[in-house]
C-alpha cells in the first residue's frame, strides 16, 4: 500500500510518496501564534494540492478502489508537549478531507524530528494494527 507522509509545519507542509519518494512541498497562511491549524480551510486546500500531485484522481481507479493510501500526518512544530484532543482531531480532518476519503487509517503523530520512510512505514503500520485491534475488542 502506498503511505503518503504529511509534514506539517507553521504555515507550511511537505508531502512524501514513500513508495516513490516523491516529495512536494507548498507554503499558505494557515496558522497563528497558538494554533498549528488556525484556518482549517486554507491547510486543506494545500493538502489537498499536494496530495493531488503525488496521487492524482482517476475515474478508473476509483472504480476498483486502487486510488485508496494510507496517510500519516505528522506535527512537526507548535506541539510542545504533546497534541491535544482537539488538535489531533482538526488535523486528522484536515487531511482526510484534504485527500477526498481515499485515505485508508489516517492518522496523526507529533514530534520535532521528521521520521525515515522506513519508520513512516513502521509507525504507520503499528497504529494500523491498533485500530484493527480496538474494533475487535
Given at each position: 500500500?502506498?503511505?503518503?507522509?504529511?509534514?506539517?509545519?507553521?504555515?507550511?507542509?511537505?508531502?512524501?510518496?514513500?513508495?516513490?519518494?516523491?516529495?512536494?512541498?507548498?507554503?499558505?497562511?494557515?496558522?497563528?501564534?497558538?494554533?498549528?491549524?488556525?484556518?482549517?480551510?486554507?491547510?486543506e486546500?494545500?493538502?489537498?494540492?499536494l496530495?493531488?500531485?503525488l496521487?492524482?484522481?482517476?475515474?478508473?481507479?476509483?472504480l476498483?478502489?486502487?486510488?485508496?493510501f494510507?496517510?500519516l500526518?505528522?506535527?512537526?512544530e507548535?506541539?510542545?508537549?504533546?497534541?491535544?484532543?482537539?488538535?489531533?482531531?482538526?488535523?486528522?480532518?484536515?487531511?482526510?478531507?484534504?485527500?477526498?476519503?481515499?485515505a485508508?487509517?489516517?492518522?496523526?503523530?507529533?514530534?520535532?524530528?521528521?521520521?525515515?520512510?522506513?519508520?513512516?512505514?513502521?509507525?504507520?503500520?503499528?497504529?494500523?494494527?491498533?485500530?484493527?485491534?480496538?474494533?475487535h475488542?
Amino acid at each position: 500500500m502506498v503511505i503518503l507522509y504529511v509534514q506539517l509545519y507553521k504555515n507550511r507542509v511537505v508531502v512524501r510518496n514513500t513508495t516513490t519518494q516523491q516529495e512536494v512541498s507548498g507554503f499558505r497562511t494557515f496558522s497563528n501564534q497558538r494554533l498549528l491549524i488556525a484556518e482549517f480551510f486554507e491547510a486543506e486546500k494545500l493538502i489537498q494540492d499536494l496530495v493531488d500531485q503525488l496521487m492524482p484522481r482517476s475515474k478508473w481507479r476509483q472504480l476498483f478502489w486502487r486510488n485508496s493510501f494510507g496517510l500519516l500526518a505528522h506535527a512537526l512544530e507548535m506541539n510542545e508537549g504533546g497534541l491535544s484532543q482537539v488538535e489531533e482531531r482538526a488535523i486528522l480532518e484536515v487531511t482526510f478531507g484534504a485527500a477526498d476519503g481515499r485515505a485508508k487509517y489516517p492518522q496523526v503523530i507529533s514530534g520535532k524530528v521528521p521520521l525515515s520512510d522506513a519508520g513512516v512505514r513502521s509507525t504507520f503500520l503499528q497504529g494500523e494494527t491498533d485500530f484493527r485491534n480496538s474494533r475487535h475488542s
